[in-house]
Nanobody, 129 residues
Framework: QLQLVESGGVLVQPGGSLTLSCAAS????????VGWFRQAPGKEREGVSY????????YYTDSVKGRFTISLDNAKNTVYLQMNRLKPEDSAVYYC??????????????????????WGQGTQVTVSS
């Protein structure tokens, strides 16, 4: 049973940087597609980025392209989300989710009511001065 634990969320000033971690146990992430999602108060869940190590694919939603970078460290079995040039609108609880079927992760990017795979408990990112 894959288990995910997010960490790294803090209060950061606009323009600052932050790296979130999604540490896995129970299975190796190189067999999974791992996505980062976020949800701000009163808003729907939003897909941020995903990575498929086996397919050498990464994806970013338009609002974070050029600012965020997703990566997988196989040795640490951890997926990272490096976030640069942060904006107040990036404030949200960030979740990682993993599934062995990429279409399920992709579907969660376009259907906010759809939920699949294993999820972490979330980590709060607040961008404010």
């Amino acid at each position: 049973q894959l288990q995910l634990v997010e960490s790294g969320g803090v209060l950061v000033q606009p323009g600052g940087s932050l790296t979130l971690s999604c540490a896995a146990s129970g299975s190796t992430l190189d067999n999974y597609v791992v996505g980062w999602f976020r949800q701000a108060p009163g808003k729907e869940r939003e897909g941020v980025s995903y990575i498929s190590s086996s397919e050498n694919i990464t994806y970013y939603t338009d609002s974070v392209k050029g600012r965020f970078t997703i990566s997988l460290d196989n040795a640490k079995n951890t997926v990272y989300l490096q976030m640069n040039r942060l904006k107040p609108e990036d404030s949200a609880v960030y979740y990682c989710a993993a599934d062995q079927v990429r279409i399920k992760i992709m579907t969660m990017f376009v259907q906010t009511s759809f939920r699949a795979g294993s999820w972490g408990q979330g980590t709060q990112v607040t961008v404010s001065s």
